[in-house]
């Protein structure tokens, strides 16, 4: 893989694909390390009097234009981020308006384009636009470890038609993942939460392999607890993964991993209701009620499994973080691991935009060997499954 870091390259068109997916709520971003993650490459770029483009992603606008996911509003973070006069902002792909943007900046300045999962050709992979988006290009670089799972235009295609390179974030992610891959120690943890429950899912069924217990929460324990007959009540649940989560935990028997499921949860009638909010067992939650969190006895359960662990992993909140009080078991979930990690030999790792972004809230960052910007990309390279974006990059032979 050719890396940035052994670049020099000087008055270049360079398009740049970056994370920045950040986690938004009440439209306040609440974490920027996925921005900041991608300084030290624009920097180097800007610095070397390249045009610099940066392509993004935010939310999931399936492929058409929606203003409720245009990135505009990071024009204004770049500038603050970077102490930037400009930053210029496209929210066009046609290859004759980013010839003219390219010819009307000066070198060192950046260009940011508008969320490309506004293009439909995007998520499809569809070569056409990617080799029409490199035209105007001379080197592409990938930083964007964390959205580098999917197998995108702008992440895998676009290496068919350019020298490309992986960006300082993207090399640094690796080598750092691996680091914890090739010294976690036994017995190891694995927490993981979160609301993207069919990206997540299937990894589970490898993360079994690996780690002597597996605690789930957030969203995807609600398919689980189903699964093993519980009622949730109006708690949201993937119902085409009620077999899959029976696999897994036959697997895990079969593997001596533990499953730890919540035995308590915290539930209200709805996200918007925070006043009538209770706990209920998992045994009697009543019809009308959605699972936001989970309990005390559950984190009090997680708690002593952080004690016996030598090395934990950690990925997606495990309630609804963002609504307090519905935070409460995530922030306190931080903030054991901090107590813990600061006096035992516990190797913490923790990735994903909103996870960094509740361990922030907790102000836990301390505790962590590393933090990842990567949620699933994270998980899927810890099971040993190279990232398509990695592949493309080892495979680019401009
Ligand atoms: C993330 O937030 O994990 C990445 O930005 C990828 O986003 P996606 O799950 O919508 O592809
Ligand atoms: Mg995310």
Redesign the pocket.
């Known amino acids: 893989m050719k890396k940035l870091e052994n670049l020099d390259c000087t008055n270049k068109r360079i398009i740049v694909r970056v994370?920045l997916?950040v986690p938004v709520f009440e439209d306040k971003i609440i974490d920027r390390s996925?921005i900041l993650a991608i300084l030290p490459t624009i920097n180097k770029l800007i610095k070397n009097k390249n045009k610099v483009f940066l392509v993004a992603?935010f939310?999931?606008p399936n492929g058409e234009e929606n203003k409720k996911y245009s990135i505009k509003f990071l024009c204004s973070e770049l500038k603050k981020i970077l102490g930037s006069e400009v930053i210029h902002f496209l929210d066009n792909y046609e290859q004759k308006i980013i010839q003219t943007k390219i010819f009307e900046m000066n070198f060192g300045e950046i260009c940011l384009l508008e969320n490309i999962r506004f293009n439909a050709e995007e998520e499809k992979n569809d070569l056409n636009f990617s080799k029409l988006l490199a035209s105007s290009f001379d080197i592409y670089i990938n930083d964007?470890f964390?959205?580098s799972?999917?197998n995108h235009a702008s992440i895998t295609g676009i290496t068919n038609y350019l020298p490309s390179y992986a960006g300082l974030s993207f090399s640094k992610e690796i080598e750092n993942l691996d680091k914890f891959l090739e010294n976690s120690n036994k017995p190891n943890l694995a927490i993981i939460g979160g609301s993207?429950v069919s990206?997540k899912i299937k990894v589970l069924e490898n993360l079994v392999e690996m780690f002597d217990s597996l605690l789930i929460g957030g969203a995807m324990a609600n398919t689980f607890l189903l699964s093993n007959n519980y009622n949730v009540g109006s708690s949201l649940v993937e119902n085409d993964f009620i077999e899959l989560s029976k696999k897994i935990q036959k697997k895990a028997e079969s593997k001596n991993c533990k499953i730890l499921l919540p035995t308590d949860v915290v539930c209200s009638k709805n996200l918007e209701d925070r006043t009538n909010v209770k706990t209920y067992s998992i045994k009697n939650i009543p019809n009308d009620q959605m699972i936001l969190d989970v309990g005390e006895q559950t984190t009090k359960l997680i708690s002593d499994e952080i004690l016996k662990s030598k090395s934990l992993l950690w990925n997606g909140p495990l309630g609804a973080f963002e609504y307090s009080p519905f935070d409460k078991s995530t922030i306190s979930v931080a903030n054991i691991i901090q107590n813990f990690s600061s006096k035992s030999q516990l190797d913490a790792l923790a990735g994903?935009?909103d996870t960094l972004a509740a361990i922030k809230k907790a102000q836990a960052n301390d505790a962590f060997k590393y933090l990842s910007t990567?949620?699933?990309?994270f998980l899927e390279w810890l099971e040993g499954n190279k990232s398509p974006g990695f592949i493309a990059l080892r495979e680019n032979n401009f």
């Open positions: 994370d997916n996925r992603h939310g999931r964007a964390s959205a799972h999917r993207k990206t994903g935009g990567a949620g699933g990309a």
